[in-house]
């Protein structure tokens, strides 16, 4: 049976999890919106002309050359069978987008309403979280409405990890291991490094580099984007301080600004331990990547970082019942920040103090990755979805 999918975007993240993942009986198409209002406002974005229309994640057609359309984050306002896959929350409006963080000031409009009674019709086939994390803010959503929709919904939710496919061989992995290392390679991966925790990096590895020297090297591969929301500066001086320090590191860090991803997984097979202690992240796809290269991964235990980093080391930072970090108030900000550090510290000193534990950690994160992200299970389980549609 040849099925033929719908897909809207072509970003990361529906390359990452729905375009492509099959490899037989299944075409993939890519449709448009035609809700003419707002692909204006898109295209406006994109030009800069506008900056403070919310990226409202609706999508509208009438399409009819599709079997199903598989979106990422968007409900869909049409007669064909559809399926969502999405991060956090759906639907996913400006008006709700905070209902999971610390403050939790939303407001469920009626859009949202809309929005919910299409998920709940007949043309909604399944709605796909990426983990248990993202089902429980769900469930925990749609106690807003009434039982006989919250009951039609939840039948529809189903968690599905994304693919990962790995990176090296298992003969390749034990050759890494095998090669006795003086200097240990700590990776770090994301544009936006002040919310990923890359300044409690710096400040981590400014203390170590002066104790350890030869044995210690950050790789960072970063633009090192400026986030007033992470520094809440006023200085503007932050990307400025980190760059002056990498500068004056040149022998213990490696910076790349921009790396094709192909490159990068070639940095990540050569790299130790890997790096993302984050403050707000709804996945963490480069936990994945970083484990199927066999390196073990410090990450905080946010949203759904427990899930996917079991094998390495979580620095336990203050969350509130959806695993998100409290730093929407500055106070609670800066406490977040300096036990972050404080953990990020201890965990990195352990790891130089007792080296051979990057080993057994790295097989097991490997192990995890192809028991629980294998990309033919992950294409079975979406074929097996779009079959029953």
């Known amino acids: 049976m040849l099925i033929k999918i719908g897909y809207i ?44 229309n919310p990226r409202e994640y609706n999508f509208k057609s009438k ?6 359309i598989h979106s990422f984050n968007y409900v869909c306002e049409t007669s064909m069978p559809w399926i969502s896959t ?10 709700i987008l905070h209902f999971h963080h610390e403050i939790s000031e939303y407001k469920i409009t009626e859009n949202v309403k809309k929005d919910i009674l299409l998920i709940a019709s007949d043309n909604c086939k399944k709605i796909i979280a990426l983990s248990e994390c993202n089902r429980k803010i769900q469930d925990e959503f749609l106690k807003k409405f009434d039982k006989e929709i919250q009951e039609k919904i939840k039948r529809k939710i189903i968690v599905i990890k994304p693919p990962q496919k790995l990176l090296l061989t298992k003969e390749e992995l034990i050759r890494k291991f095998a090669n006795t290392k003086n200097e240990i390679k700590f990776l770090f991966i994301g544009n936006q490094f002040f919310r990923k925790g890359g300044e409690q990096i710096i400040n981590v590895f400014n203390k170590l580099i002066k104790k350890y020297k030869s044995k210690i090297k950050l790789i960072i591969i970063s633009n090192i984007t400026p986030d007033l929301e992470f520094t809440r500066i006023n200085d503007g001086k932050a990307k400025e301080r980190v760059i002056k320090f990498i500068n004056d590191n040149e022998e213990h860090i490696q910076w790349y600004q921009n790396l094709e991803n192909d490159k990068v997984l070639e ?48 620095c336990k930072i203050p969350i509130n ?39 057994k950690k790295g097989l097991d994160a490997y192990e995890y990755i192809s028991k629980n992200h294998n990309p033919i299970d992950y294409g079975n389980k979406l074929y097996e979805i779009y079959v029953n549609a």
């Open 9 to 52: 975007r072509d970003y990361y993240p529906d390359r990452r999890c729905i375009i492509n993942k099959i490899d037989k009986n299944v075409v993939y198409t890519k449709i448009k919106n035609e809700d003419k209002i707002r692909e204006i406002y898109r295209v406006l974005r994109k030009l800069k002309l506008k900056k403070n």
């Open 63 to 68: 399409v009819k050359n599709v079997d199903i």
């Open 86 to 95: 999405f991060e956090t929350i759906l639907p996913r409006r400006e008006e």
């Open 267 to 314: 940095i990540a097979k050569e790299c130790d331990v890997g790096l993302l202690p984050t403050f707000a992240d709804t996945y963490g796809y480069s936990v994945l990547e970083m484990q199927a290269a066999g390196m073990p991964v410090i990450t905080t235990n946010v949203r759904a970082m427990p899930e996917i980093n079991n094998a390495g080391w979580i």
């Open 321 to 359: 019942k959806f695993g998100e970090a409290l730093y929407s108030k500055e106070d609670s900000l800066n406490e977040t920040k300096e036990i972050l550090e404080k953990e990020l510290e201890r965990i990195v000193r352990e790891i130089l103090e007792d080296t051979d534990i990057i080993k």
